[in-house]
């Protein structure tokens, strides 16, 4: 089904439901969440999705896994075109309890564009039916990527990690955030573990590659993003993103063209 809104079918007696949507730049969806698992299939543009949890980046020919029940916004980075899939909890329970991005193999990608022209209530024993299991079966073997940065629940500290995002820099230290935040190192330190589940370090590395995502699909050139961000040549913010996702930013440079 195309351009149709996934509230009007949720309750169809079918295991798992197809929905393609085309949107202009900007909010796409507001918070909200759904009784069933999603797959968020970007086809073409790239979308920044939020949770409490924390934030991801889908660049196009990707997808993100929203379990039920998780509230999430969505927002379109330039225009966006998605294809979404809806599956009942019970028949996907080997599927993760968390969002994850996910890479998208060709058979997973035919699989969706195919599904998305079927009607909603298809017949589950005919073709359609085989390729909607067909469609959860492959999900299952997609990999994850490293595309996501987790968010702290300490108000003060999520509002500075959203500056953060908002503006990264790689020469920040723990001493100026803690100076912003009048805490002590010790107290800083621990909690921030504690509500990230990684080192201070490690998670402004993974910020500059979530800031950096949207930029390199909207065209804007390594160097200049190095630059922007604090970094003294475009080799050393390629090293760092490299060592982040295990490969360059080129790979995820420009957008992919609608289906």
């Not at 920040?172 to 002590?184: G, Q, V």
């Amino acid at each position: 089904m195309r351009n149709a809104n996934v509230d009007d079918y949720e309750s169809v007696p079918r295991p798992i439901i197809s929905v393609g949507n085309d949107y202009a730049p900007g909010i796409a969806r507001g918070s909200h969440q759904h009784r069933r698992n999603q797959l968020l299939y970007g086809a073409s543009g790239l979308m920044i999705v939020t949770t409490p949890q924390g934030r991801w980046v889908v660049p196009p020919q990707r997808a993100l896994w929203i379990p039920a029940g998780i509230y999430h916004d969505v927002y379109a980075v330039g225009p966006v075109t998605t294809r979404s899939i809806f599956l009942e909890p019970a028949v996907s329970k080997k599927l993760p309890e968390e969002c994850r991005v996910l890479g998208i193999t060709p058979l997973a990608r035919a699989l969706l564009l195919e599904a998305v022209d079927l009607p909603a209530k298809y017949d589950v024993h005919a073709r359609a039916g085989l390729i909607m299991r067909l469609l959860i079966a492959e999900i299952e073997t997609l990999p994850t990527l490293p595309l996501n940065i987790g968010l702290p629940t300490s108000p003060k500290l999520a509002a500075r990690c959203r500056a953060f995002l908002d503006k990264p820099t790689p020469h920040e230290t723990i001493d100026d955030w803690c100076e912003s935040l009048a805490m002590s190192r010790r107290s800083f330190t621990r909690l921030f573990r504690e509500q990230t589940g990684t080192s201070f370090a490690a998670w402004c590395r993974q910020a500059c590659v979530v800031a950096a995502l949207p930029r390199l699909a909207a065209g804007d050139s390594i160097t200049t993003i190095a630059l922007d961000f604090g970094y003294a040549n475009p080799s050393a913010f390629t090293q760092m993103f490299r060592s982040q996702t295990g490969v360059a930013p080129s790979a995820y440079a420009g957008a992919s063209a609608p289906e």
